[in-house]
């Protein structure tokens, strides 16, 4: 079978303020993997992913997302085959959005109140918030929920128009430890059905890389550090050295 490319990035330059923080990088998903990203603060982890949404365009080099090319294809087109997940979407998402609205506004990419309804999104939007139990909430106001029933929300958004990738960007950071060990079993659910999206999640912490998660991308400075098979990324030598730190010991959950 073909092997199909999902991201490749090539050459990458990113700008910002004046200052490089990507730098000539190169990157490729295919299908079947799933990625996590890690890397210090200011590594450059968001940059990426909003080049990869087409929020932020890359100074040098090419961004392609399933064969379409930044530039050339449409940003709706675009967004069509990606959700998102990250900490601005719960910020700009008004408080009193209905939860029906917040979950339908990934449909196209909005954050907000969402115009009209059409009867076969709001089959996906109930399908969505079914799937993480969440079905009495639709009528609730987002700006009502805990961070728990907040995340379920976003995550039902950036799955509502069945995408192809979708970016996490530290989607679990506001949960309590309860909470996040109960986002992983709806995670891992949603990794292993025939039908799952490919997953790139940004983390600093070592336990939210899920046994699913086969590949890890390392960042430091704005370069690669590495980019590989799971294992590998999270030797305990790479891992510490790309955050900054001695060493990382078995006992360590938070690197
Ligand atoms: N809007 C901006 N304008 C100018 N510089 C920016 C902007 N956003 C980010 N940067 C800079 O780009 C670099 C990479 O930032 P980025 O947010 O991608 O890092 P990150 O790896 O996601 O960090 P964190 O772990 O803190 O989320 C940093 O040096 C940051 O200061
Ligand atoms: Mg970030």
């Known amino acids: ?76 087109e675009l967004r069509r085959f990606t959700g998102y997940v990250a900490p601005w979407i719960f910020r700009r998402m008004p408080p009193e959005t209905p939860v029906e609205d917040a979950v339908a506004s990934g449909w196209d990419a909005s954050v907000g109140r969402y115009g009209c309804i059409s009867p076969a999104l709001r089959r996906s939007v109930t399908r969505w918030l079914n799937f993480f139990g969440c079905r009495g909430l639709k009528k609730r106001l987002f700006g009502e929920l805990s961070s728990g029933q907040q995340l379920k929300v976003v995550l039902a958004r950036a799955l509502v128009h069945n995408p192809a990738l979708v970016i996490l960007d530290e989607p679990f950071s506001l949960l309590d430890l309860g909470a996040r060990v109960r986002m992983y ?65 078995a006992e360590r959950y938070f690197v």
């Open 185 to 249: 079993r709806y995670l891992e659910k949603l990794a292993l059905r025939k039908d799952a999206p490919q997953f790139v999640m940004v983390t600093h912490h070592r336990e939210d890389v899920l046994p699913f998660f086969n590949q890890g991308l390392l960042l430091k400075g704005g370069k690669v550090e590495f980019a590989g098979e799971r294992t590998a990324a999270l030797a305990p030598a790479r891992i510490a050295a790309v955050i900054g730190i001695d060493k990382v010991t």
């Open 1 to 76: 079978m073909k092997e199909t490319i999902v991201i490749n990035l090539s050459r990458i330059t990113v700008r910002r303020g004046g200052r490089v923080v990507l730098k000539d990088l190169d990157w490729t998903t295919r299908r079947g993997e799933h990625w996590f990203i890690m890397g210090q603060n200011g590594s450059g982890k968001t940059t990426l992913t909003e080049l990869l949404l087409g929020y932020l365009w890359a100074s040098e080099g090419q961004v392609e997302v399933l064969g379409r090319q930044f530039g050339r294809a449409s940003l709706p």
